[in-house]
């Protein structure tokens, strides 16, 4: 069994503090339409399948419901960006940018290549998914 990974974070004014748990010590980019509008350009997160343990602010989030089977939360104090997550079911994607020490993190995978517009890219290697892929994949877990 390999050992998971400690991670903590906060938002941008501090209102809200967290730990989590990563299986993988890797994050990836969301190019959907939706993380582009939210982010204002593809969404770099980790994921983890246990919820993230709030260290302090938890009464600052607050969550929209932003399709039928996920929702995005965020401080209400600063606007940050705090999570994407499943209704059901323990998935969390977490923005990269909220963690402390996020170097030692590989980019390892993009997904919904196949919405991300044309006037972008990365350098890096990474494996990719189309948005039917992605939704194939979560459909049979």
């Not at 960006?81 to 980019?107: C, I, M, N």
């Amino acid at each position: 069994m390999t050992s998971r990974i400690e991670k903590n974070g906060s938002c941008l004014c501090g209102a809200v503090a967290f730990s989590l748990s990563l299986k993988h010590p890797t994050f990836g980019a969301c190019h959907c339409s939706m993380c582009r509008k939210w982010c204002g350009g593809p969404l770099l997160s980790v994921d983890t399948d246990t919820p993230v343990k709030y260290l302090r602010g938890e009464d600052n989030i607050r969550a929209f419901s932003s399709s039928e089977w996920a929702e995005r939360g965020f401080c209400v104090t600063c606007g940050s960006h705090l999570f994407y997550r499943f209704k059901q079911g323990g998935f969390y994607s977490v923005p990269l940018g909220l963690l402390e020490s996020p170097e030692d993190l590989t980019f390892h995978l993009q997904v919904f290549i196949d919405e991300k517009p044309s006037n972008y890219c990365f350098g890096n290697q990474t494996k990719t998914m189309t948005g039917e892929q992605v939704i194939a994949q979560f459909s049979q877990e």
